[in-house]
């Protein structure tokens, strides 16, 4: 029987008679176990006298076993969704995740760790050009990939949706089921998700002879009661919109509520339209329309691009671009005329 400094997980794994992938997350203290099979892992662990050991496996591999993963506000439900993937796609490499948010102290945590190699890569989720934490990772030379949010001429990996193919796809949906003073709610610019999706949404209006109104356009703070008081701005009008696109989710699930404040029917007086396509936009309670990014893709090309390049740190920048849909929910009307009801590419119900 091998003896605790050399037993490795995949000795553990057979003796428990499960994957190598539970013993990690078991180790990892993860939930998505049964209490019968980590019992039996943890009873394995003992009889072989099994104890993970980081520093062998960084004195053998020159890696410490974890990833750095930089993400924006987490009041944003988008971010969750793509931490749960992340989670699943790393368990599998038995990786550990540190998690930095953007605001206050995380992104000095963040710079320290990459200062100190304390982190094998990072991957960041919310990436402006002027982001600190990524021009600190950059000096330092650190192994990372981009996903969700893109830089312009940036030469590193990037795995991102189409979100200016996305804002074409709304701007299209809604003037082509008779929707003519559009209202716009939005947030800053300096994120390329945002920049893309406007780009796309005002250049297909403008190809079909539309325009936004300046008043009708609100730029907020990315949060629900931002979404809300925006939406009731546009409500208290005079000649109040007919649909309102919103920049993501968050802000569209703000909007619903303002509307509803403000005895606004929805779909019935306004229609409103989100992007993203988190967890929470397929409740009946919400049944928000709006364009799906394909997360668990973009994370797993994400996460295999950073263990491409730790193992190859020569390889030449990639940069992937997911398709999207157009989820149709209850927050919009539905086609009216049958020989308009053939779903158009790019669009889902």
């Known amino acids: 029987m091998k003896s605790k400094s050399n037993s490795t997980s995949k000795d553990l794994a057979r003796a428990a008679g499960v994957s190598q992938a539970t013993?990690?997350?078991?180790?990892?203290?993860?939930?998505?176990?049964?209490?019968?099979?980590?019992?039996?892992?943890?009873?394995?662990a003992r009889t072989i006298d099994y104890r993970p050991n980081v520093l062998a496996r960084a004195m053998r591999t020159s890696r410490i076993g974890v990833i750095g993963v930089v993400v924006a506000r987490l009041n944003n439900p988008l971010y969750?969704?793509?931490?749960?993937?992340?989670?699943?796609?790393?368990?599998?490499?038995?990786m550990r995740v540190v998690l930095w948010?953007?605001?206050?102290?995380?992104?000095?945590?963040?710079?320290?760790?990459?200062?100190?190699?304390?982190?094998?890569?990072?991957?960041?989720?919310?990436?402006?050009?002027?982001?600190?934490?990524?021009?600190?990772?950059?000096?330092?030379?650190?192994?990372?990939v981009l996903?969700?949010?893109?830089?312009?001429?940036?030469?590193?990996?990037?795995?991102?949706?189409?979100?200016?193919?996305?804002?074409?796809?709304?701007?299209?949906?809604?003037?082509?089921h008779g929707r003519r003073r559009i209202g716009y709610i939005t947030g800053n610019t300096e994120a390329s998700t945002i920049q893309n999706r406007e780009a796309g949404f005002l250049k297909a209006l403008s190809e079909k002879g539309s325009k936004i109104e300046s008043s009708l356009i609100?730029?907020?703070?990315?949060?629900?009661?931002?979404?809300?008081?925006?939406?009731?701005?546009?409500?208290?009008?005079?000649?109040?919109?007919?649909?309102?696109?919103?920049?993501?989710?968050?802000?569209?699930?703000?909007a619903l509520d303002g509307a509803l404040e403000a005895g606004c029917r929805v779909p019935e007086?306004?229609?409103?339209?989100?992007?993203?396509?988190?967890?929470?936009?397929?409740?009946?309670?919400?049944?928000?329309?709006t364009v799906r990014q394909p997360i668990s893709s973009i994370v797993d090309d994400g996460v295999s691009l950073l263990l491409e390049r730790l193992a190859n740190p020569a390889l030449e920048?990639?940069?992937?671009?997911?398709?999207?849909?157009?989820m149709i929910r209850g927050s919009t009307g539905r086609c009216r005329n049958p020989a308009q009801s053939a779903n158009p590419r790019g669009v889902a119900t």
């Not at 969750?80 to 038995?94: G, H, K, P, Y």
């Not at 830089?151 to 709304?170: E, F, I, P």
């Not at 007086?269 to 329309?289: I, K, M, N, R, Y």
């Not at 920048?317 to 157009?326: E, N, S």
């Open 317 to 326: 920048p990639r940069c992937i671009v997911h398709p999207v849909d157009l």
């Open 269 to 289: 007086d306004c229609w409103v339209v989100g992007f993203d396509d988190v967890e929470q936009a397929s409740w009946a309670t919400l049944s928000l329309t």
């Open 23 to 44: 013993v990690s997350r078991v180790f990892q203290g993860l939930d998505n176990v049964s209490a019968e099979t980590r019992e039996k892992v943890l009873a394995a």
């Open 101 to 144: 948010d953007t605001e206050g102290a995380g992104e000095v945590a963040a710079i320290d760790a990459i200062r100190q190699s304390l982190v094998d890569g990072v991957i960041f989720a919310a990436a402006t050009r002027t982001s600190s934490v990524l021009e600190e990772a950059i000096q330092a030379s650190a192994p990372l």
């Open 218 to 254: 609100r730029r907020v703070d990315f949060s629900h009661d931002a979404g809300r008081r925006a939406m009731r701005s546009l409500l208290d009008l005079a000649d109040p919109p007919d649909a309102v696109f919103c920049a993501n989710d968050l802000l569209a699930f703000g």
């Open 80 to 94: 969750t969704d793509i931490l749960r993937a992340l989670n699943l796609a790393l368990v599998d490499q038995e």
């Open 147 to 176: 996903i969700n949010r893109t830089v312009d001429g940036l030469a590193c990996d990037q795995v991102s949706s189409d979100n200016t193919s996305g804002g074409a796809l709304v701007a299209s949906y809604l003037l082509d």
